[in-house]
C-alpha cells in the first residue's frame, strides 16, 4: 500500500520561484569549475571506482586509496569532465559511524 500526499500547485509554484537559477560549483583552488543551470549539460564519468581495483589487480579486491586517487588523476587530465561522483569505497562501512 502507497501512502501518498499532495502538495497544492500554488506551493510547489512558489518553491521554483524562489529556487536560483543557477549554482556556481568551484574547483578546489576556488576557482569557478562550472555553473549548475538549465539547459546546460553535465558530463560525469558515473561510478568507475570499484571497477578500477578488480581491472588493476583481478576479481574480488577491494578498492583501495590508491585505485581513487589514480582514477582521480586521470579525470583531472580529461577536458570534458565536469565533476567526478566518488563511489569508491575503501575497507569496511561502519553504519554506527553516521550517528542516530
Same mark, same amino acid.
Given at each position: 500500500?502507497?501512502?501518498?500526499?499532495?502538495?497544492?500547485?500554488?506551493?510547489?509554484?512558489?518553491?521554483?520561484? !524562489?529556487?536560483?537559477? #543557477?549554482? #556556481?560549483?568551484?574547483?578546489?583552488? $576556488?576557482?569557478? $569549475? !562550472?555553473?549548475?543551470? /538549465?539547459?546546460?549539460?553535465?558530463? /560525469?564519468?558515473?561510478?568507475?571506482?570499484?571497477?578500477?581495483? +578488480?581491472?588493476?589487480?583481478? #576479481?574480488? @579486491?577491494?578498492?583501495?586509496? $590508491?585505485? +581513487?586517487? #589514480? @582514477?582521480?588523476?586521470?579525470?583531472?587530465?580529461?577536458?570534458?569532465?565536469? %565533476?567526478? !561522483?566518488?563511489?569508491? !569505497?575503501? $575497507?569496511? %562501512?561502519? /553504519?554506527?559511524?553516521?550517528?542516530?
Amino acid at each position: 500500500m502507497m501512502n501518498w500526499v499532495k502538495i497544492p500547485p500554488r506551493i510547489v509554484e512558489e518553491c521554483l520561484d !524562489m529556487a536560483p537559477g #543557477s549554482i #556556481s560549483v568551484y574547483d578546489r583552488d $576556488g576557482n569557478p $569549475g !562550472m555553473l549548475l543551470e /538549465a539547459q546546460t549539460f553535465i558530463s /560525469a564519468p558515473g561510478a568507475p571506482f570499484n571497477l578500477f581495483g +578488480i581491472l588493476r589487480r583481478g #576479481s574480488g @579486491v577491494e578498492t583501495t586509496m $590508491g585505485d +581513487i586517487e #589514480s @582514477v582521480l588523476a586521470l579525470f583531472d587530465y580529461l577536458p570534458n569532465i565536469d %565533476f567526478v !561522483m566518488h563511489m569508491g !569505497m575503501t $575497507g569496511v %562501512f561502519d /553504519a554506527t559511524s553516521i550517528g542516530p
